[in-house]
Every structure is written in C-alpha cells, then in structure tokens.
C-alpha cells in the first residue's frame, strides 16, 4: 500500500528537479529538513528552513541545516524583498491561517514560488463526500473533522482562480495522481477533477 | 564528591595579568588586570578548536568539574562542558574566564588599587560589556587562540554577540542562549531595584565596606532575593513552593517567614552574600542594562552586518525577563543582515534559570550545530 510518506517523497524528487544548481531557497514549513537537505546536497543550494515545531527544529539542525522556528502566519518580514531565488510551500498552504497573505509575502520575497497542496477536487475526495456524506479523507487528508491543521483546504480550481484575480503567472504545473506524475495536460476542468495533489511554480 | 564518568574532573583555576592599561568605552584607562580563569581539553595544532564560555551575572570562570575531592558544588556549566558533552572536551579546547568587574578572581571593585594599597571600591570605573570583552580577548590571544567558538547564556549571550562584532575574524561561531541584544525596560527596572537595595544599606558606606566588621550583606541578599524572582517564573515558583508553609501547617501571624518561598528567597539571598560582593553587583548589572547593540551601531541589522560568524539562538517558553520576542529580534536582524543563523524556542516550565537546568534538549541542539549535522546527538 502507498503511503502519504511515499508521495511526500515524489514532492521532493519533483522540487529537487525544479529547482537549479546552487539556487538560494527558503522552505516554509521545512518539516524535519529532509526536502531542504536534498536541494542542499543535490543541488548544492544554499538554504534556509522555517518551522514551526520544536521538534522538527530540532531534527533540521541534526541535519546541519540553518533553520529558524517560527510561525509563517506572522509573515516574513525579516526577509528583503527578492532575496531568495526560490521560497517553497510544500503541502503547508492548506494549513495556513491566511493562505492569501502567506503566497503575497512568498511572492515578495522570492523570485519564484513553489507551492503543493492536496486536490479537494479530486474525484475521489468527491465520491468520499457525496456518497459517505463525511469529511473526505484519504493518504494525503488522513485527519479527522475535528483535528485536522487542514483548514484551508482547496481544490485546482480554487487556485487557478485566485492566481487570475491577483495577477499571478503560473510557469509549471505538475499534477500528481496516486504516487504518480500525471504527464498528459488536461484540460482545466479534467485536471481538477483527475489530480491528486497539485504542484506549481508561480512568479509575479 | 559527585564523580561522574563524563567529568572534566579536578580543575584548577589560573591567572593572567595584563599589565597595560586598557582604554575602556567609558573613555578612562584602567589598568592592570588580572584575570582568572580555567581550561578544559587541548588547543590543537591549528589553534582553533577554542570555545570561551562567557558566563552569567554571577558566574565565575569555574565552568566545570571540580576544585577539590570534598568539592561538593560541580561548576556552574557542568551539564554542558566536558568529554562527550555539549561543549565536548575531547575535541574543543574550553575556557571559561569571570568577567571584569567580578568578585572571583578578576580584577573588580574589591581588588587592591595598586595606587593607593585599599581596594578600588566606588574608584572602580564604569565598565561595559564591550570591556569585558576586551580583557577577554587578551586572555584567549594569550593563550594562543587564533579562531574560537563563543556561547554564552543570558549576560553571558551578550558577551557572545559583543564578540562576533568586535572579532568577527576569530569568531566563527556563535551560541546565544536565553539573551537578548539589550535589556528591555523591565529588565533594567530589576536591576534598579537591586542596585537599590545595596545602595540604601546602612552599611554600604558609600562602597567602603572591605574590612569593616558590619557588611551590606541585608541590601546584597535583597538584590538577589529579586533576582531570583526574575530568574524563575510563575509556573516554577508555583510547582516549587505552592503557597505551602514552611514550619507548620498554618500561619504564625507574625513577620517572621511563613511560606516555603519566603525561607527559599532569604537561603539564596543568605548563601549570595558568602560569595558575591556589593558593589561587584553595582558594576556589572550596571553593564548589562548599558548594552544596547542597536543604539550603538545605529540599528540591531547595522551591528549585525559586522559579524562573519554563523548563529545559534535559544530561547524558552516561560523565560519572562529575557523573552523569546528578543531572541527573535536578534534572528530578524542577523537574517536582515545575511547571516547564517538557527533559532530554537525550547518548550520549558523553568522560566530564565532554564538555560542553566534544560541540559538535554540544548546539549542535541548544540551538539548538531557545532558539529553541522555531521554529529547526530
């Protein structure tokens, strides 16, 4: 059986190819530093990682990654404007207090943005909702109602509409289904509708 | 004696005399200071496995182990500092020095002014961190140093940060624990109260006190009495003492001390007096509330921006008199300014006193920090 592990580790093998040799990133919501320590070791970036968990602070420096504790809620005011070639949000917006301010300050402060989510409209996150009547959950969304930090879930579409009202230009989209990269472009209806969890590289 | 197998074992403390005079940031020269202080592990042949230890208000350079076998009282940072620990004795070459200022064997207000043959007492001049700092160079250049890491908790981290600015060639990293870039008002309010307390003594005298029969020890013992009130937090006092009674199960109805945390204040405030002078107390709370790195070079980003030093910052939850919103004013700036920088806020119900009790979360931390990972605690 795949595991939300196993996709989390495609997510980094996908970031990792994304991102260029010797790029200055900042990784919100790092996590225990795994996806920043391979663009450090594969592609020799120089990085810093933010997180909010002391524990997952803790196991970053262990990997003898710079990594500051804090909340990205906050903002990112410590940082210049464009300082960093790529800022990186992965599979952490949807749990964001203010996903709008979070992608502006990412925006401000890098060159390009990288940004994941889990699809809300997935087909199957769909059925779940329309025939068990429930909150979905699946690999990627395995929480409960009432305990989950999902709380800003959204779907493809969501997102293609909040990048046309705010004048953000989506320069790659990788559209993963069930541990795969799913390589045909649909058209914007079927992906939303087809992907599992989404992908893009933004930029303003 | 409290033997342990990872003990630096009997320590001995030395002294080094600088016989210049030294031009303090007050604009004085002072001059000549002796300084006392103790080394763990071996300087390598590259003379840059150094670590200074810089220690708190009341610190002394005795850092770790002990000084004799009936030594019951382990230094101040044994948790921390030697073989296989935080600061680890088989690969660092350790020292640890009392500041400037101090009672423990550097020159301070209580030593003899070799001018007049009587301790300096109120002669004593002002002295800053920055000076201190700059008796400590001396010592670390004495002893061969030519690249040291410096880490250091509450004044201690201040020390660490004057450091990185002043050397910022020999720095090459830096450990800030439960410190700040400078006091905020309540911080310097305590020390106030402290400094007080001493100074209305009946038997201050002015700071001619040394070799009198009757000491300021009641406004001494009321100066720690409030520091330890700082140092501990809610919480802590609450877990430590409730509002239990110290000798019965009700009150006396008198003055005399009633509750557990009134008998724990008056014992530290008691055994403070055995080994801390008075006006030593004036001198360096008076340098911590002077520290004020922003002001000094325009903005705390402006200061930082002279470092060439790579940064691990700690604070704790419940440390109310230096808060984690001033580590994190050090992190912004030292990012701001384009430095390496790590920052942790340790969970901790101990209030300040945490960075001298939490020993195992900051032993990981640092251990992975010097070692950049390739150590993993």
Same mark, same amino acid.
């Given at each position: 059986?795949?595991?939300?592990?196993?996709?989390?580790?495609?997510?980094?093998?996908?970031?990792?190819? @994304?991102?260029?040799?010797?790029?200055?990133?900042?990784?919100?919501? #790092?996590?225990?530093?795994? *996806?920043?320590?391979?663009?450090?070791?594969?592609?020799?970036?120089?990085?810093?990682?933010?997180?909010?968990?002391?524990?997952?602070?803790?196991?970053?420096?262990?990997?003898?990654?710079? /990594?500051?504790?804090?909340?990205?809620?906050?903002?990112?005011?410590?940082?210049?404007?464009?300082?960093?070639?790529?800022?990186? *949000?992965?599979?952490?917006?949807?749990?964001?207090?203010?996903?709008?301010?979070?992608?502006?300050?990412?925006?401000?402060?890098?060159?390009?943005?990288?940004?994941?989510?889990?699809?809300?409209?997935?087909?199957?996150?769909?059925?779940?909702?329309?025939?068990?009547?429930?909150?979905?959950?699946?690999?990627?969304?395995?929480?409960?109602?009432?305990?989950?930090?999902?709380? %800003?879930?959204?779907?493809?579409?969501?997102?293609?509409? =909040?990048?046309?009202?705010?004048? /953000?230009? @989506?320069?790659?989209?990788?559209? @993963?289904?069930?541990?795969? /990269?799913?390589?045909?472009? &649909?058209?914007?209806?079927?992906?939303?509708?087809? #992907?599992?969890?989404?992908? &893009?590289?933004?930029?303003? | 004696?409290?033997?342990?197998?990872?003990?630096?074992?009997?320590?001995?403390?030395?002294?080094?005399?600088?016989?210049?005079?030294?031009?303090? !940031?007050?604009?004085?020269? =002072?001059?000549?200071?002796?300084?006392?202080?103790?080394? +763990?592990?071996?300087?390598?042949?590259?003379?840059?496995?150094?670590?200074?230890?810089?220690?708190?208000?009341?610190?002394?350079? %005795?850092?770790?182990? +002990?000084?004799?076998?009936?030594?019951?009282?382990?230094?101040?940072?044994?948790?921390?500092?030697?073989?296989?620990?935080?600061?680890?004795?088989?690969?660092?070459?350790?020292?640890?020095?009392?500041?400037?200022?101090?009672?423990?064997?550097?020159?301070?207000?209580?030593?003899?002014?070799?001018?007049?043959?009587?301790?300096?007492? *109120?002669?004593?001049?002002?002295?800053?961190?920055?000076?201190?700092?700059?008796?400590?160079?001396?010592?670390?250049?004495?002893?061969?140093?030519?690249?040291?890491?410096?880490?250091?908790?509450?004044?201690?981290?201040?020390?660490?940060? !004057?450091?990185?600015?002043?050397?910022?060639?020999?720095?090459?990293?830096?450990? @800030?624990?439960?410190?700040?870039?400078?006091?905020?008002?309540?911080?310097?309010?305590?020390?106030?109260?402290?400094?007080? $307390?001493?100074?209305?003594?009946?038997?201050?005298?002015?700071?001619?006190?040394?070799?009198?029969?009757?000491?300021? !020890?009641?406004?001494?013992? /009321? $100066?720690?009495?409030?520091?330890?009130?700082?140092?501990? #937090?809610?919480?802590?006092?609450?877990?430590?003492?409730?509002?239990? &009674?110290?000798?019965?199960?009700?009150?006396? =109805?008198?003055?005399?001390?009633?509750?557990?945390?009134?008998?724990?204040?008056?014992?530290?405030?008691?055994?403070?007096?055995?080994?801390?002078?008075?006006?030593? +107390?004036?001198?360096?709370?008076?340098?911590?509330?002077?520290?004020? *790195?922003?002001?000094? %070079?325009?903005?705390?980003?402006?200061?930082?921006?002279?470092?060439?030093?790579?940064?691990?910052?700690?604070?704790?939850?419940?440390?109310?008199?230096?808060?984690?919103?001033?580590?994190?004013?050090?992190?912004? $700036?030292?990012?701001? $300014?384009?430095?390496?920088?790590?920052? #942790? !806020?340790?969970?901790?119900?101990?209030?300040?006193?945490?960075?001298?009790?939490? &020993?195992?979360?900051?032993?990981?931390?640092?251990?992975?920090?010097?070692?950049?990972?390739?150590?993993?605690?």
């Amino acid at each position: 059986m795949r595991k939300a592990s196993d996709s989390l580790h495609l997510n980094y093998t996908v970031i990792t190819n @994304i991102i260029e040799q010797g790029s200055k990133v900042l990784d919100l919501g #790092c996590g225990n530093g795994t *996806l920043l320590k391979m663009l450090v070791e594969e592609k020799q970036c120089s990085g810093l990682g933010v997180d909010i968990n002391q524990n997952n602070v803790i196991e970053s420096i262990q990997k003898g990654l710079s /990594i500051v504790q804090g909340d990205i809620d906050e903002g990112l005011k410590e940082f210049g404007d464009k300082e960093f070639d790529y800022v990186i *949000l992965n599979q952490t917006l949807q749990t964001t207090e203010k996903p709008d301010y979070v992608i502006d300050e990412m925006l401000r402060s890098g060159k390009k943005v990288v940004v994941s989510f889990p699809n809300f409209g997935y087909w199957r996150v769909r059925f779940y909702l329309f025939f068990k009547g429930k909150m979905p959950k699946s690999r990627l969304l395995s929480f409960h109602w009432y305990d989950t930090p999902n709380i %800003h879930l959204l779907t493809v579409a969501d997102f293609f509409e =909040f990048c046309k009202e705010r004048n /953000i230009k @989506i320069t790659k989209s990788v559209y @993963i289904k069930r541990g795969k /990269i799913s390589k045909n472009p &649909f058209n914007q209806v079927l992906t939303n509708l087809l #992907c599992e969890e989404a992908l &893009f590289v933004i930029e303003r | 004696m409290p033997k342990t197998s990872n003990s630096v074992g009997l320590t001995q403390t030395k002294y080094f005399n600088i016989e210049d005079k030294i031009l303090l !940031e007050s604009g004085k020269e =002072f001059g000549p200071i002796q300084v006392a202080y103790e080394t +763990y592990g071996t300087l390598n042949d590259d003379k840059d496995n150094a670590i200074l230890l810089l220690h708190a208000l009341t610190g002394d350079a %005795h850092a770790a182990g +002990y000084h004799d076998e009936n030594d019951k009282k382990r230094g101040w940072w044994d948790d921390m500092v030697g073989p296989g620990k935080a600061f680890d004795t088989d690969k660092y070459f350790v020292i640890s020095s009392n500041m400037l200022g101090g009672c423990s064997g550097t020159t301070g207000p209580c030593s003899i002014n070799p001018e007049t043959q009587k301790p300096y007492a *109120l002669d004593f001049p002002v002295i800053t961190i920055e000076d201190a700092v700059k008796v400590q160079k001396k010592l670390v250049e004495f002893l061969g140093v030519k690249k040291l890491i410096v880490a250091g908790g509450s004044m201690g981290g201040m020390q660490a940060l !004057e450091w990185s600015i002043t050397n910022a060639d020999m720095v090459d990293s830096v450990i @800030i624990i439960a410190s700040t870039s400078r006091l905020n008002a309540q911080g310097i309010a305590f020390n106030a109260v402290g400094r007080n $307390a001493i100074l209305s003594d009946p038997y201050f005298n002015n700071g001619n006190y040394y070799g009198e029969e009757k000491q300021p !020890e009641k406004g001494l013992a /009321i $100066a720690r009495m409030v520091g330890h009130i700082t140092y501990l #937090c809610e919480e802590a006092m609450h877990k430590k003492f409730g509002r239990r &009674f110290q000798y019965s199960d009700k009150p006396n =109805f008198d003055f005399n001390i009633d509750f557990q945390v009134e008998s724990y204040l008056e014992h530290q405030g008691k055994t403070f007096v055995d080994r801390f002078d008075a006006n030593s +107390y004036l001198y360096i709370t008076k340098a911590v509330d002077y520290f004020d *790195l922003a002001q000094k %070079h325009g903005s705390l980003k402006a200061a930082f921006e002279k470092t060439n030093s790579r940064f691990l910052v700690m604070s704790f939850t419940s440390d109310w008199l230096f808060p984690t919103s001033q580590s994190k004013e050090i992190v912004q $700036a030292l990012i701001k $300014a384009g430095k390496d920088v790590s920052f #942790c !806020e340790i969970e901790s119900p101990c209030g300040h006193d945490a960075f001298l009790l939490e &020993f195992e979360t900051q032993t990981k931390i640092v251990k992975s920090f010097l070692s950049k990972g390739e150590d993993n605690a």
